[in-house]
């Protein structure tokens, strides 16, 4: 119980940080924002990596933790590289 | 010893989340700041690889190869116009990678330890049901989002009366199994009901919204892959993923946020409401516009650009789908040549997501020091001589500041009527996406140029150039 205690805390005063960060990042940087939030959220590949690895579950949650593993790589290569292609053509010229 | 290492490892990786997000607060450390990011997400992968539970490669290598060719072909191959539909997708993977997650830990549970007597089991239980349930609505959701904007499904909301009702019972059964499994954790029906509810639910909940709300949508869903990814971080017990995803979180909510600002509509309104009184005011535009419409050729608008000090060009997605922005940035080249400076006004709504238009005209490589946002616009519109509008409709509609009955009052707008001289390039005197007609085209001081962007642009460079 302490842990969870430990844990909600922990969620809300993310929240209220992001909320601080993300009202300072001007809106010409709201869509590569977004794009990289999306390579953030891909850290649930941290949670499918354990899933995937781990064979208590039997074969179907292993497969789950195949497609959780796939779909979060693909946030997290797909994400991180399309953040910086736009923010690379922000760069230019300045 | 090892997982006091991990934990700091991962407390690593969350900082350099959060200083990855700080550096998007100036582009000038945006690109650094990505790779903070990008840093961060190596150490926890890096991390997380050597974890002592993890007994199998196979399933983990498999998956890390397949997604991540994927993303590192999409990343290389998309259009900056198709930066929505590339957004919502990816909300939606991360919706689904935290389904994944929970549904996996579940399944491990039942098949291992089983959960923990009492009040213990019964969170652990709840927690993932209600991790599959919010990414469940993520997944579905993000790809009818999708669909709609790549135009796979028409933009038009789709559903039948009483859609809000019946989507109301499907959270509320959703909720319901959660509860039952809650009760009876082994019962896995109710576990697979729940995911199928909140499956149907998604697509429910995004068929009847329209495809000009789509910004909102997006950044919304945006903020559940998010809320999904921290709920996971609670079912594993992980910290770096309920630190990221709250993050993320909030992220999407303040863009919710200031997307529904900019088009004066309450997130309620948007979800549910379905714009009612759409083609009320439609009929009225020949009456606006009689005998009042002052058209002009590109030529004359090049000798009116000769002797402008000050122009500023207000841009559309109508701007792009044309793929006009290389042609306006030539055209600013020459304005500028010709001694006059130019400004370009963007209005938060101006594309199709947060920021997009931003990321078209940095494409056409236009400095973004020029790209200017409403609030510091509009005051600049007074010692304007020309503004150019090109692609952008509602957003300069006067009836939104002036006409109390309007469906659109209170909209806020970029006040491009105070220009001297406004030149609006368009292919007819149609209607935008609230169906209105704007009052902007019929004032004495607005040039109405025909035709195509494009072409009407390059045709004024060329006039401007060589008059």
Known sequence: MEILLMQVSLFVLALLLGVELITKVPPTLHTPLMSGTNAISGISVVGAILAAGNTDGGELARWMGFVAVTFASINVVGGYMVTNRMLAMFKRKN | ?467
């Open chain 2, 1 to 467: 010893m090892l997982d006091i290492g991990m934990d700091l490892a991962y407390l690593v990786a969350a900082v350099l989340f959060v200083l990855g997000i700080k550096g998007l607060t100036r582009p000038k450390t945006a690109v650094r700041g990505n790779l903070l990011s990008a840093t961060g997400m190596l150490v926890a992968v890096v991390v997380t690889l050597i974890d002592k539970n993890i007994v199998s490669f196979d399933m983990i290598i498999g998956g890390a190869v397949l997604g991540g060719i994927i993303g590192f072909v999409v990343a290389k191959k998309v259009q900056m116009t198709a930066m929505p539909q590339l957004v919502a997708v990816l909300n939606g993977f991360g919706g689904g990678a935290s389904l994944g997650v929970a549904a996996a830990s579940y399944l491990q549970s039942l098949g291992g330890a089983g959960f923990a007597p009492g009040a213990l089991g019964v969170i652990t239980v709840i927690t993932i049901a209600l991790t599959v349930v919010i990414g469940s609505v993520t997944l579905t959701g993000s790809l009818v989002a999708f669909a709609k904007l790549q135009e796979i499904i028409p933009g038009q909301p789709i559903g039948f009366p009483g859609m809000t009702g019946f989507n109301g019972l499907l959270l509320i059964g959703s909720l319901a199994l959660t509860v039952m499994l809650a009760v009876e954790p082994s019962n896995t029906l109710y576990f697979w009901a729940a995911i199928s509810l909140a499956a149907i639910l998604g697509l429910t909940l995004v068929l009847p919204i329209g495809g000009a709300d789509m910004p909102v949508v997006i950044a919304l869903l945006n903020s559940y892959s998010g809320i999904a990814a921290a709920f996971a971080g609670f079912v594993m017990g992980n910290t770096v993923l309920i630190v990221s995803g709250s993050l993320v979180g909030a992220s999407g909510l303040i863009l919710t946020n200031i997307m529904c600002v900019a088009m004066n509509r309450s997130l309620p309104n948007v979800l549910f409401g379905r714009m009612g009184a759409v083609s009320e005011g439609a009929g009225a535009g020949d009456e606006i516009y009689e005998g009042k419409i002052t058209s002009a050729s590109p030529e004359e608008v090049g000798m009116l650009l000769e002797t402008a000090q000050k122009v500023i060009i207000v841009p559309g997605f109508g701007m792009a789908l044309s793929q006009a922005q290389h042609a306006v940035r030539e055209l600013a080249d020459a304005i500028e040549r010709n001694g006059g400076e130019v400004l370009y006004a963007i209005h938060p709504v101006a594309g199709r997501m947060p920021g997009h238009m931003n990321v078209l005209l940095a494409e056409a490589e236009v400095p973004y020091e020029k790209l200017i946002e409403m609030e510091r616009i509009n005051p600049q519109f007074d010692d304007c001589d020309v503004a150019i509008v090109l692609g952008a409709n509602d957003v300069t509609n006067p009836s939104a500041r002036e006409e109390k009955g309007s469906p659109i009052y209170g909209m806020p707008i970029l006040n491009v009527d105070k220009a001297r001289t406004v030149v609006v390039i368009k292919r007819s005197l149609s209607a935008g996406f609230a169906g209105l007609p704007n009052p902007l085209f019929a004032l004495d001081n607005t040039l109405m140029v025909f035709g195509d962007g494009k072409k009407a642009v390059v045709d004024i460079t060329t006039s401007l150039e060589n008059g």
